[in-house]
């Protein structure tokens, strides 16, 4: 299995590659290339140009800006999961990728390969809808932000322009008292989640649910997130009825996704054990954090 | 056809070489350098046979080309014993507990337990069994490998006293 002819691209600034994502036609945008070489070995993807982007260091960056985390979309999945300021600030960015593959593949691929690559079940689209992520773009005509919400345009296609580069992404930063947690099921341990759920919430001392934010992948080609069950959460207890309350809204969800594997009603159920479970942490966790 | 001239330290050697833009690092290392050792097993980042430590940092070499690995340190299986042939405390370990039986996974497990043991000397059980799960093997069940795995920590963690 070797991949198909192409021709290599190693942009060192990022005008370079601008110029060369305007100029190119059936190029490939190598980033940690551990979901595009597999592809590429199989020749399920055949470039006539590949841009390798690992020497355009200034997308490789993570930091704090205001109330919100900047991660640049060449930063390595292991850098954010061992960041320190990423542990402190979104601990639920830290505890996603304890599920995200494995160590080798983490020291390679890249938050914005993954975002671009887009699948469903990834837990990075999914932890940056729970972070109401913005993610910047950039074209030789300028730079525009893109809600996470509008981010998927199709299955694992991005809202991206032939003649765009994803920079990065800003993530909110919940206050310090806030509760989190991430969920997935997968068949082994590093696999792409099967269902996974992310949980931020803030509770009001007498535990009642403040703000609420609950984003499911392996739903749909774009991450879900539970809008009308959160606005509807808002000022209940945060206890067994909330916890019911949410379950009911997934248990209505329409259209959940199949494959040869795994039905829909196992999605729904897993979604629904999945979201019980995180919510019981992130109850605990923002009880904890606000006594 | 699309060729770069390349320059890589393998295992403390330089080399410099003519490499098409679409040879993978793992080709590049058994073919170009004759350093086969590498083991290819799914050559789409499944199994970890291939891992080498690309500037410290384990990878997958069927998942990078060999011109992304330009100016790059990289250590293989040939990499990990001593120049004059003794081992490694961690290969030493696995010859003591028989961590390997048909040693086709062997290379990427050793490179994948030596990141880990560079960084930490204590590892609890199920940290090097999460550090091992981007490494099939389908002979020794992983048993014998932990142990290994186990052991030259203690044995690192005693030559430190």
């Given amino acids: ?291 | 056809m699309d060729f770069h001239r390349i320059k890589v330290y393998v295992n403390g050697k330089a080399y410099e070489r003519e490499v098409e833009s679409r040879r993978t690092l793992a080709d590049f290392l058994r073919m170009d350098l004759s350093l086969t050792g590498t083991h290819l097993g799914c050559e789409h980042g499944v199994c970890g046979a291939c891992t080498v430590l690309l500037n410290g940092s384990s990878a997958r070499a069927c998942l990078t080309l060999a011109v992304q690995a330009d100016q790059c340190e990289i250590t293989t299986i040939e990499g990990l014993a001593h120049a004059d042939g003794t081992l490694s405390v961690l290969q030493q370990a696995f010859q003591e507990c028989h961590g390997l039986q048909c040693g086709f996974c062997t290379p990427g497990m050793l490179t994948t337990l030596t990141e880990l043991l560079n960084e930490n000397l204590s590892p609890t059980e199920s940290q090097v069994r999460e550090a091992i799960t981007g490494n099939l093997c389908r002979c020794t069940g992983y048993q014998a490998i932990v142990e290994a795995a186990l052991l030259a920590a203690q044995k690192l963690r005693d030559q430190r006293v």
């Fill in chain 1, 1 to 291: 299995m070797k991949p198909a002819p192409f021709i290599y691209h190693r942009p060192q600034q990022l005008s370079e590659a601008l110029d060369l994502v305007a100029q190119l036609d059936n190029y490939k945008i190598i980033a940690g290339g551990q979901s595009l070489m597999p592809m590429m070995n199989f020749r399920f993807v055949m470039p006539d140009h590949v841009i390798d982007l690992n020497q355009v260091t200034e997308l490789n960056h993570i930091s704090k800006e205001n109330q919100q985390l900047h991660i640049g979309s060449m930063t390595r999945q292991q850098a954010i999961y061992s960041s320190a300021l990423v542990q402190e600030h979104i601990p639920l960015v830290s505890q996603a990728y304890s599920f995200v593959s494995h160590r080798q593949i983490r020291n390679r691929g890249t938050f914005g390969g993954s975002l671009c690559h887009l699948d469903p079940s990834s837990e990075q689209p999914c932890f940056t809808a729970a972070l109401d992520g913005v993610i910047e773009v950039a074209s030789q005509s300028g730079k525009r932000e893109i809600p996470i919400a509008h981010w998927t345009a199709m299955y694992m296609t991005p809202d991206l322009a032939p003649n765009e580069i994803m920079l990065g992404a800003k993530l909110s930063i919940w206050p310090k008292t806030h509760g989190w947690s991430f969920m997935e099921y997968s068949r082994r341990h590093g696999d792409y989640a099967i269902v996974g759920v992310a949980v931020l919430v803030n509770l009001s001392v007498a535990s009642t649910i403040e703000r609420i934010s609950i984003a499911l992948c392996g739903i749909d080609a774009a991450p879900v997130r539970l809008l009308n069950t959160e606005s509807a959460l808002i000022n209940q207890a945060a206890d067994e009825s909330a916890i019911r309350m949410a379950l009911g809204d997934i248990e209505k969800l329409p259209n959940i996704m199949e494959d040869a594997l795994n039905t829909s009603d196992y999605r729904r159920h897993l979604a629904k054990t999945l979201t019980r479970r995180a919510l019981l942490e992130a109850f605990e966790r923002a009880k904890k954090r606000i006594s």
